[in-house]
């Protein structure tokens, strides 16, 4: 591996790491909201402003306990699991020590993103009294893994977990930034986003740059079954299944008629999602596929044309 054009990020780590910088953050008992209203569009449907506005809070609460148990799901059992295995050198794709420094980092990190997200969940029933629904052991990203490496030989397992890993952590930054900007959003919580984002932008660096690595020695071979499988991951990895699934449980307990919940359940199903180029996600994504070389093979601007803008599509 030619490490020559590898800078390390842990520098940077030294410095302005989050576990390094700032001090634990309190939720405050004002009237700001604890979720951002936009990433709860049932709450903005028409049928819920006219019939059952005063279930809001609710269902934001547990909007919230939600999104924390993915980022815990996210954070432990997947990115902690991959940047250990890589900082250990048990990985299948061998990397350079400075990388294994890096992922040790990362690990780091994400343990810690996950016990402030615990924290916060803590405060939240404390302040609230409101009880975490069942929340489910699912996320998008790990019923895409698991597909994607399904269509591919063995030996590439940990190549495509490193690509998904990449592209996942490449996007976490859009999708924490609704938080972190949104004035109607408690001051504790637009900061613990932040904070998640102020790492997330290394993280993001690092995974890029240690796909890159990766790809430049790849076999064609190995390039082109992985360019086979992308679409699988990403048609797993940009669903709105899961949350479809969790909105329509989370109506089952509103106290509300059984006519009202059904015509909650019918807007929720009625929320389009196209999964296309047009998907919030996906302009971080070619952004990673860029970035990253992988978009320079031709397998892959094959594989991904669906998702490209017209534009970027391989003839
Ligand atoms: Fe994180
Ligand atoms: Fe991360």
Request: aromatic share 8%; with cysteine; charged share 20%.
């Amino acid at each position: 591996m030619n490490i020559a054009d590898y800078p390390t990020i842990a520098d940077d780590w030294e410095r302005r790491a989050t576990i390094r910088t700032r001090p634990r953050r309190l939720l405050e008992n004002d009237d700001k909201l604890i979720y951002p209203l936009c990433r709860q569009p049932l709450v903005l449907s028409a049928t819920f402003l006219e019939h059952c506005p005063l279930w809001r809070d609710f269902v934001l609460v547990q909007s919230f306990y939600k999104f924390i148990n993915d980022v815990v799901i996210f954070e432990t059992e997947i990115v902690d699991k991959t940047a250990r295995s890589i900082a250990k050198n048990r990985f299948a794709v061998p990397f350079p020590l400075a990388c294994r420094i890096d992922a040790m980092t990362v690990v780091v990190d994400e343990d810690y993103h996950a016990l402030v997200a615990l924290d916060f969940l803590q405060q939240t029933v404390a302040m609230t009294g409101i009880q975490p629904l069942d929340l489910p052991v699912h996320i998008e990203l790990s019923r895409a893994l698991p597909a994607a490496k399904a269509q591919a030989p063995a030996h590439l397992h940990d190549a495509i977990e490193l690509i998904g890993v990449a592209i996942a952590e490449n996007t976490v930054t859009h999708d924490v930034a609704a938080f972190s900007k949104d004035n109607s959003i408690k001051a504790s919580i637009r900061g613990l986003m932040a904070d998640h984002l102020f790492d997330e932008g290394r993280h993001a660096q690092f995974w890029t740059r240690l796909v890159r690595l990766y790809w430049q020695d790849a076999s064609p071979t190995d390039r082109d079954s992985i360019a086979h499988v992308l679409p699988t991951f990403l048609a797993h990895y940009l669903t709105n299944d899961l949350q479809k699934d969790f909105d329509l449980r989370l109506i089952e307990h509103l106290d509300v008629s059984a006519r009202l919940r059904s015509a909650l359940r019918d807007e929720v199903l009625a929320l389009a999602f196209p999964i296309t180029h047009r998907h919030p996600l996906m302009g971080n994504i070619l952004g990673f596929l860029q970035h990253s070389g992988l978009l320079n093979t031709a397998s892959v601007a094959q594989a991904l044309s669906d998702y490209l803008p017209v534009s970027g599509r391989a003839a």
